[in-house]
């Protein structure tokens, strides 16, 4: 969905997103399902720099493109949650414990019915329920 020019998340704007996504709009499309999930569940802050990570208190998702090529410029896009404990799921390929309490989940989104699943719209919620601790 198309954004106007302006404020979007904790100053970035919609400009920062457009250049990220410049050329890419499969993937833009599944990143928008997914902010869009995330704004819903309340304030955070989002920065983009060579992935878009969104937080509260702390940090605790980041999105990225993988594998980008002239071939595919829409790369595969790769979403990271942060929990405090592992979720043993095939939908996840990796989880990493980085600390004591927390565990990276690496996902990876590759259309926006995906984003739009039941499954990751509860993991998002977990994942800011663990941003704001």
Known sequence: MPRENGPRVGGVT????????????????VFDVIADRIEALGPSQMTVASQISFGRRRKFAWFWLYNVTKKDPNGVPHLMLALDYPVDSERIRDVSQVGKSRWNHQIVVRSAEDAQSQWLEELLAEAYEYGAG
Do not use: K, L
């Open 14 to 29: 919609s400009d920062d997103v457009e250049a990220y996504f410049e050329g890419r709009p499969r993937s833009r499309e």
